[in-house]
């Protein structure tokens, strides 16, 4: 079968992950402002007959109606959000405006479009959120726990589920909510952990850890997320929310050590790291209970060996991907932010 998706901040990291794998085989409108951390185009890896890129903000009204009266388009799939916790840290009110307004006037465009006979007939909107809007915690979370974020990030992705909850209720409008664990692999911006570690010791710098490293994490491989997103827009219902993870958590200390092992074995980790003040708010631990989608949808890997065969995978596409590393380094400097 022949669907069109339009995907929203589809040129961030797990966004161009998903158009790459989606372009494939079905249609894909991308909207994107573009930002510092933006793939561009020429980086991607696409199959161009079946991919439009329309640089755009997802509040322009004008251009979402445009793009439903000239496409039959099945699912929105929206990424766009800032998403740099310690970015939200230096400048909480900006960074939370642009987060909760945009995606407020998409809300809007939404629903006024539902009005309009057939626009949004047989249509499913999939909202990317994070695990992030559950807090901090060492028991694994189900879909239906209250809602405890820590962060100004969080708090403004936190913020947009609750304005999709509430257009539901108010105004009818379906949604699917996805809230996926931390994700790793290609195109993820140096400044975020798992990048920084690998650049900074492939470069002989050493790597900095906040606190005692001892913060726990979930991990995933963007793949997978992609392939349960897909999933989810195909097979879920309306009106559902699904956690992504892989059950298997690692603290970042250990995580470092395992990079660090790969690319420089005989190095001794002590020379690699530098213990850093921590970041204020800074959650010890996230763990999500991914049983729902397992059980209804799809079911991801959940093995330590398969996350650290990927780990690996990953350093070796930066390691391949000298180019893309390079224009990163044009728009960020590697400051300590937050």
């Not at 249609?27 to 793939?39: G, P």
């Not at 916790?85 to 230096?90: K, L, P």
């Not at 499913?124 to 726990?145: A, L, P, R």
């Not at 209250?146 to 947009?160: D, E, G």
């Amino acid at each position: 079968m022949s669907y069109t998706f339009l995907v929203t901040g589809g040129s961030g990291f797990i966004g161009t992950n998903f158009c790459n794998y989606i372009s494939n085989k079905y249609k894909v409108i991308n909207i994107d402002k573009l930002s510092y951390c933006s793939v561009p185009e020429k980086f991607k890896k696409l199959n161009l007959k079946n991919y439009k890129f329309i640089k755009g903000d997802i509040g322009n009204e004008k251009l979402i109606i445009k793009l439903f009266k000239n496409y039959k388009i099945n699912y929105l799939v929206n990424f766009a959000s800032e998403s740099h916790v310690d970015r939200s840290i230096d400048n909480p009110s900006n960074f939370i405006s642009k987060n909760i307004n945009s995606n407020l006037k998409l809300l809007e465009t939404l629903r006024k479009l539902k009005n309009k006979k057939n626009l949004l007939k047989n249509f499913k909107f999939v909202h990317i959120s994070t695990d992030e809007v559950y807090g901090s915690s060492f028991k694994e979370i189900k879909e239906n726990e209250i809602l405890k974020p820590n962060s100004p990030y969080s708090s403004s992705k936190a913020s947009i589920d609750l304005l999709i909850r509430s257009y539901s209720k108010t105004f009818k409008l379906p949604y699917i909510i996805c809230r996926p664990c931390n994700n790793f692999g290609p195109y993820q911006f140096p400044e975020k952990f798992i990048p920084t570690v690998i650049t900074k010791v492939k470069n002989k710098k050493r790597v900095p850890i906040y606190g005692d490293g001892k913060n726990f994490r979930e991990w995933i491989y963007v793949e997978d997320t992609c392939k349960a997103i897909f999933k989810i827009c195909i097979k879920s219902k309306n009106y559902k929310i699904y956690n992504i993870g892989s059950s298997v958590r690692m603290k970042n200390i250990d995580l470092c050590k395992l990079i660090s092992n790969n690319i420089y074995p005989k190095k001794k980790f002590s020379e690699v790291i530098k213990k850093v003040y921590d970041r204020p708010g800074h959650d010890r631990s996230y763990s999500i209970n991914s049983q729902l989608l397992n059980k209804e949808i799809y079911r991801t890997k959940e093995n330590k060996k398969y996350i650290t065969k990927k780990i690996l995978k990953t350093i070796q596409w930066y390691v391949d991907n000298e180019g893309w590393i390079k224009n990163c380094f044009k728009k960020y400097i590697g400051k300590r932010l937050g």
